[in-house]
């Protein structure tokens, strides 16, 4: 800003005062009645129009200019109360769209200026004239914040005043004035009224038949030009009732199809929650099920007892997440201690299958693995072992057995805390759609965990599976004959009870609990094979029954 006589800050301001006047005269006119058929057919109010028009010739003023300041930009979005072209989302640089539509809107018959000569034909007024004239004074401030000499700039203001100093009122004289007054607009230094240039006051009592004859062309002007403007105003009513009519019907269409897409919406929602809950109930009879054949396991009541409060946990915290409570992290791995064929390989199946309905995997399979399946015995190999056996489990549970083998300190050259590494590794990598249970002795799965922080870190579940009881053992074998479509005769359960009670502790864990039971079971099916092959002609009783000279 060469040679300024305004600071920005003064010239934004000077900016906001022309534009207050612009507001006042539009509340004068719509608080006489004016604006109120324009109203009608625009469905705009009055300042509407003002904040679209002067928006619309600042965005022509800084199309036709060579450059525009950031200082510019400011001053185009802070005139206004309102932001009808969105100039402050444009970030300093006009879409297309935005100047066509402002190019468009500037270049229309000035509505309000018009509206403004019908009021001062009505009264001692000069509105028109003073409205025009405000508008070129908020566009000079704009070109005051860097050149008010740019060629581009100048030529748009007056193309501006030539196309509009016709609406004026009848007041104004002949274009010696109209020049007069452009040239005076342009080339002051300071930003001021001019109507006073316009209107010829200083020359009307010098040429007073001058004055009259002009006077009486710009009135026959302005009567051609109310007459063009009514002409206009009738075929926009023709044009918005037309419009109306086809608004209507396209309401009327549109509000049909939103019905028939209400009641369509709502069949496909009932059948979701209809398919939802189907799928919920099947479910949930499905983990019934699967608790079902928990209980009916033999013992183990402190492990089924554990299940189920697991199985709880889940579900309320299911529930929790659909209404959008806070949640602790869960972590679903567990470590299995106790004595071997106490029934820890039968109840991670059932887990699996129990995850697999609550949506903690997405497979179910058991897939199980022990040292000898996952270590190896050179640099590299047991690090793809481990991956290849996590990979066989995603999306169900891998239960490694007797876990605590994998670590061996005091063996040279030992690969298992590669194992380890690897597996804690991929527990995190997969720990959406991967469950892993670890078996063993009790205090041998202790120093397991202990063997690598983040074994302790994800296992925090235990459960503790204790030794069957004699009366136990002899249920589990009676099931195992019933499955097999067998019995086993009172004397030979009395036979085997007297066995197991005569065990010492050393011959009790070798006999292997349940497993133990399984061994037992098979050998009576072989003996009572070759006992039963020296009989001509067995009876069906005696091919479903074990006795006692079968143990």
């Known amino acids: 800003m060469g040679n300024a006589i305004y600071s920005q800050a003064e010239i934004i301001a000077m900016g906001r005062q022309y534009y207050q006047k612009l507001v006042k005269i539009c509340g004068d006119i719509e608080q006489e009645g004016y604006w109120r058929q324009a109203e009608s057919v625009m469905k705009q109010s009055v300042y509407q129009i003002l904040d679209l028009y002067v928006q619309s010739l600042m965005v022509g003023l800084a199309v036709h200019m060579e450059s525009v300041s950031e200082a510019q930009w400011e001053y185009m979005h802070s005139i206004t109360d309102s932001d009808p072209l969105e100039l402050v989302s444009q970030q300093n640089k006009l879409t297309g769209e935005t100047m066509k539509y402002a190019e468009k809107y500037a270049e229309m018959p000035p509505v309000l200026i018009q509206i403004c000569g019908v009021f001062d034909t009505k009264g001692d007024t ?25 060629r581009g700039g100048q030529a748009y203001i007056r193309g501006f005043f030539q196309q509009t100093v016709m609406f004026v009122c009848a007041e104004c004289p002949d274009s010696t004035y109209e020049e007069s007054y452009i040239l005076h607009k342009l080339n002051s230094r300071k930003i001021s009224s001019g109507v006073s240039w316009l209107m010829g006051e200083r020359s009307q009592k010098e040429q007073p038949g001058k004055h009259k004859k002009a006077k009486s062309r710009i009135q026959e002007q302005q009567k051609t030009a109310r007459q063009e403007f009514e002409k206009e105003k ?63 396991l033999v013992g183990l009541e402190a492990v089924k007892e554990e299940i189920h409060s697991l199985v709880n946990l889940i579900k309320v915290r299911e529930m929790r997440e659909k209404m959008d409570l806070p949640m602790m992290d869960m972590s679903y791995h567990m470590v299995f201690t106790g004595n071997p064929g106490t029934g820890k390989t039968t109840v991670a199946r059932l887990v699996a299958r129990i995850y697999r309905e609550l949506g903690i995997v997405s497979g179910g399979q058991l897939v199980e693995t022990d040292r000898s399946r996952l ?18 489990a995603l999306g169900g549970v891998l239960f490694i057995d007797e876990a605590y083998a994998l670590i061996s300190p005091d ?19 997969h720990r959406d759609d991967l469950v892993v249970i670890v078996a063993g002795y009790t205090e041998e799965m202790k120093s397991f965990l202990r063997s690598n922080t983040g074994l302790i870190s994800r296992f925090n579940k235990f459960i503790s599976f204790e030794d069957y009881t004699q009366a136990q053992l002899l ?19 009395k036979r085997i009870g007297l066995r197991l009670a005569a065990m010492n502790e050393q011959e009790r864990q070798d006999f292997g609990n349940a497993r133990g039971v399984r061994n037992l079971f098979e050998k009576m099916i072989v003996n009572q094979a070759n006992r039963l092959v020296t009989l001509e002609e067995p009876t069906r009783e005696q091919l479903m029954t074990l006795t006692e000279a079968d143990v």
Do not use: H, W
Request: glycine residues 4%.
């Open 475 to 493: 249920e589990i074998l009676k099931v195992m004959a019933g499955q097999a479509g067998m019995t086993v005769e009172e004397n030979a359960l």
């Open 234 to 296: 009738q075929r926009i009513e023709e044009e918005q009732r037309t419009a109306e009519k086809e608004f209507q019907k396209e309401k009327q269409r549109l509000e049909e199809e939103q019905r028939a897409a209400q009641q369509e919406f709502q069949k496909v929602k009932k059948r979701l929650q209809e398919r939802e809950k189907a799928e919920k109930e099947a479910r949930e009879k499905k983990i019934a099920a699967l608790l079902e054949e928990l209980n009916r």
């Open 375 to 392: 270590v190896a015995g050179y640099v590299g190999q047991t690090a793809i072992n481990v991956r290849e056996v996590v990979e066989q």
């Open 411 to 429: 063996a040279s050259n030992d690969y298992g805390s590669e194992a380890v590494d690897t597996l804690v590794k991929m527990m995190e990598d």
């Open 126 to 150: 000069k509105y028109a004239a003073v409205f025009m004239d405000t508008l070129i004074n908020v566009l000079l401030c704009m070109m005051e914040m860097t050149d008010r000499a740019d």
